[in-house]
């Protein structure tokens, strides 16, 4: 809701309080009455008013109730509804950090053909890690070091810089092959 419907909400919730308590007021003045009654006719008129003021209290009550649950349940999806455009802008922004970074090792390290071949795959693994909970509580420079390993490419050294930042960070020193398979080495110059 925007915040005029809030305040709107907001005062229909009020209005209904106060009719409720109106009611109630009535009620009693009814109930009063009906004990007060000196001959069976006020009496059985005094119920008959008390039993119809009463049913419009309780409907009051029932009115209010149901505005206080709507309000606290808009309140909820606004708030859930806020979590997941948060979510999801962040994750898009972590997605194109993360292949801007890898593809630029990408296409200056292979040809077109591997390139967009790699480009592809990098792709397919950000969409299934981008499903993953996990995937914003994951260190990006760990990120793209497990990456470029499941994509067989060398991770660069140092990591290129994550978007938005002025310097370039140092990647954590490690093996920059997976443990299954060799470093390349430079031919020999000859």
């Known amino acids: 809701m925007s915040d005029a419907a809030d305040i709107a909400h907001q005062r229909r919730l009020e209005i209904a309080g106060r009719l409720a308590e109106l009611a109630l007021s ?14 069976p006719e006020a009496r059985r008129a ?20 149901k505005l206080s649950r709507t309000g606290e349940a808009d ?6 509804s806020a979590a997941r455009q948060t ?12 292949r801007e970074r890898i593809g630029a090792v990408i296409w200056n390290e292979y040809d077109r053909p591997d390139a967009e071949s790699l480009s592809e795959e990098l792709e397919d693994l950000l969409a299934a890690e981008a499903a993953s ?13 497990r990456l470029c390993l499941q994509l067989g ?10 978007r938005g930042e002025g ?6 020193a490690g ?3 997976p443990p299954d398979r060799p470093a390349r080495t430079p031919a020999p110059s000859g």
């Not at 005094?46 to 109730?65: V, W």
């Not at 309140?75 to 859930?80: D, F, K, P, T």
């Not at 996990?134 to 260190?139: G, H, I, Q, S, V």
């Not at 490419?153 to 994550?162: G, H, I, K, M, S």
């Open 133 to 145: 909970e996990a995937f914003l509580l994951e260190d990006p420079d760990a990120l793209i070091l």
């Open 46 to 65: 005094a119920i008959d008013e008390f039993e119809r003021l009463s049913r419009a209290g309780r409907l009051g009550l029932a009115l209010h109730e």
């Open 26 to 39: 009535l009620v009693e003045d009814a109930h009063g009455r009906a004990l007060a009654a000196d001959t």
């Open 153 to 162: 490419v060398e991770p660069p050294t140092p990591l290129p810089p994550r």
């Open 175 to 177: 093996p920059l092959h």
């Open 87 to 98: 979510r999801a802008r962040r994750t898009a922004e972590r997605r194109l950090d993360v």
């Open 75 to 80: 309140a909820r999806e606004r708030q859930e």
């Open 167 to 172: 310097e370039v960070r140092e990647r954590a």
